[in-house]
């Protein structure tokens, strides 16, 4: 699987951004899709997660209710909405995918596929 992020860029913050991660190769029906972000001098962490056959979600408490995370499946690709955006959003974004497995979609290390990231920078 192969995975290209784009969409980031810079906002205001209170504004919006909408990343996608087109994915190509095998998607297994029971695979989930993520995204986790990267500060400088901070560790990588979830975001939010999609199953790719049922469309279940799950959504880091600290962007819940700001961010959305949906799936085009015809287009094998996973879209992250982001409203209402603050400074300490700003991070690389990666997207993700695992093959299916029992453990929380949470889990970095349970991905097993990333893409090359995209820069997401909130001015205040």
């Known amino acids: 699987v192969q995975l290209q992020a784009s969409g980031g860029g810079l906002v205001q913050a209170g504004g919006s951004l909408r990343l996608a991660c087109a994915a190509s190769g095998r998607i297994f029906s029971n695979s989930a899709l993520g995204w986790f972000r990267q500060a400088p001098g901070k560790e990588r962490e979830f975001v939010a997660a999609?199953?790719?056959?049922?469309?279940?979600?799950s959504i880091a408490e600290s962007v819940r209710g700001r961010f959305t995370i949906s799936r085009a499946s015809g287009e094998k690709t996973v879209y992250l909405r982001m409203n209402s955006l603050k400074p300490e959003d700003t991070a690389v974004y990666y997207c993700?995918?695992?093959?299916?497995?029992?453990?929380?979609?949470?889990?970095?290390?349970?991905?097993?596929?990333w893409g090359q990231g995209t820069q997401v920078t909130v001015s205040s």
């Open positions: 999609i199953t790719w056959s049922t469309g279940s979600t």
């Open positions: 993700a995918a695992r093959n299916p497995k029992t453990l929380s979609v949470t889990f970095t290390f349970s991905y097993d596929y």
